[in-house]
């Protein structure tokens, strides 16, 4: 009888565990920003060796480390471990409190430097100073390496880890080893922490009625609040508007869908993305403006899930436009600057791109964290995939180091002299005729043909262009 008792325990057993077993064979993550949910279909059968790997490393380090650690502390450095294995600067496993504090601090305002960074090539590098920020106001540019954080080489640092040491209160310093492109060695910065409030979209009317918006990050409700901005500029009887995306670092993705449907004509297409799961990315049922406004086309190739983003609403401003960019307009941004050119519906003019075509899903995980995982790739309304490689103005104006150059990129734009467009159709005598009106002028020089210093020569042009298409207009 105990004989039987205990098989039918063992029985009961092993059917609880085959229960469970199959139970975590299909996991369901929840998008902590849409609702959306990725489906894993394999989980704990398919992976019961690597796991043992994992266990066994877990119960010898347990055993003979001679430190002090816990098993949540090497849960956590396993989780890290498999993400950094991708090798994708975007892909890293968050813990909570961190997770916490970079929405908080993505919400409204915090005490540091004031800039968004990434991992690139085993280092730290800034993606884009906040305007009027410490890091801006110091000089630092996109692309700049932080070699090191108060003496802590960052090559073995992750980027929340980074951002820790960056932050601190308010009126303290920090002082950054940055290898900069072109420099023959680092150089040090410090830097003294300041509150950075977060004001993602600002206005003003400039004069000959030229309406100029700033977009700062593309966070929740962007969108609304430049759809109120417009109309107000309208109101003053705005003729040609300014849109400003330099060192805007992105953010989120349904915003950067929606803000082009504000200025392209119906059945223009936006952004396609491709991944390689079976649901949306883009979920067009969330956002301030609260209608269906794009057109998913759903489609099936090579394993990849494709969604083409396409305007089905009228244009709210028609009007003659400008977008600036930078090498710190990123993603988010990029989709919107890729979505207007493409569709040759604004002039961009500043500099190229920073070049993020990759989409991240955040994927909340027990209690531990959240994964934040590249999980698609995008492309603008030509094809183009521009990672890397980032997005080349119409118009090329550098500001560098105090020095400015303005370029002419297009056959659409009247040149430096005031004559004749460019024949696009010849690249050669393109590129003759462009460097022969190259402008380079160093700030602060006595000339009276220079500018002064601080003048903004990317938003000169921009006037200068839209007042000759208004002038046109009229």
Excluded: C
Excluded at 204 to 218: C, D
Excluded at 390 to 408: A, D, L, R
Excluded at 413 to 419: A, D, F, V
């Amino acid at each position: 009888m105990k004989k039987l008792m205990r098989k039918r325990s063992l029985l009961i057993l092993f059917a609880m565990l085959v229960s469970f077993m199959i139970g975590m064979a299909v996991q369901s993550f929840a998008d902590s920003s849409s609702g959306a949910s990725i489906s894993v279909k394999t989980g704990f059968l398919s992976n019961l060796q690597e796991l043992k790997n994992i266990s066994d490393t877990m119960d010898i380090v347990n055993v003979y480390y001679d430190g002090t650690t816990t098993k949540e502390e090497q849960e956590i450095g396993a989780l890290k471990g498999i993400l950094n294995s991708l090798n994708d600067p975007y892909s890293e496993f968050i813990v909570q409190d961190e997770w916490n504090q970079m929405e908080e601090s993505m919400k409204g305002e915090y005490a540091g430097v004031g800039m968004i960074v990434s991992k690139e090539d085993g280092f730290i590098e800034v993606v884009s100073p906040f305007e009027g920020s410490p890091a801006a106001v110091a000089g630092l540019l996109p692309g700049d390496k932080i070699v090191d954080i108060e003496g802590k080489t960052t090559s073995s640092m992750g980027v929340f880890d980074a951002v820790k040491l960056l932050k601190g209160k308010i009126g303290t310093k920090v002082t950054l080893t940055v290898y900069r492109k072109g420099t023959s060695k680092p150089f040090k910065v410090t830097l003294t922490r300041e509150n950075i409030v977060l004001e993602h979209v600002s206005s003003k009317m400039l004069s000959n009625k030229i309406g100029y918006i700033r977009v700062s990050q593309f966070s929740t409700g962007i969108t609304a609040q430049v759809q109120t901005v417009i109309k107000t500029l309208q109101g003053q009887g705005m003729q040609g508007l300014i849109l400003d995306l330099r060192n805007d670092p992105g953010g989120d993705l349904t915003e950067a869908v929606m803000l082009p449907t504000l200025f392209l004509n119906k059945n223009s297409d936006i952004v396609s993305v491709k991944s390689k799961i079976d649901g949306p990315i883009i979920n067009v049922n969330v956002g301030p403006l609260k209608n269906k406004n794009v057109q998913i086309v759903e489609s099936q190739k090579d394993h990849f899930f494709k969604e083409v983003a396409v305007n089905q609403n009228s244009p709210l401003y028609t009007g003659p436009m400008v977008v600036l960019t930078n090498g710190g307009s990123a993603s988010a941004s990029e989709i919107v600057a890729g979505a207007l050119k493409d569709n040759n519906r604004a002039e961009l003019i500043g500099e190229k791109t920073y070049g993020k075509a990759l989409v991240q899903q955040v994927i909340p995980f027990k209690n531990l964290g959240v994964i934040k995982l590249t999980i698609a790739k995008y492309y603008t309304p030509n094809g183009d995939f521009i990672n890397k490689v980032g997005i080349t103005p119409n118009i090329i104006v550098k500001q560098v180091n105090g020095f400015s150059e303005g370029v002419i990129m297009n056959k659409m734009i009247t040149n430096l002299s005031g004559s004749s467009t460019i024949n696009s159709k010849n690249p050669v005598s393109v590129t003759k005729k462009i460097t022969s009106r190259v402008v380079l002028a160093k700030n602060g020089s006595k000339s009276s043909n220079i500018p002064k210093k601080n003048v903004d020569l990317q938003l000169a042009k921009a006037e200068s262009v839209l007042l000759g298409e208004i002038r046109k207009l009229s």
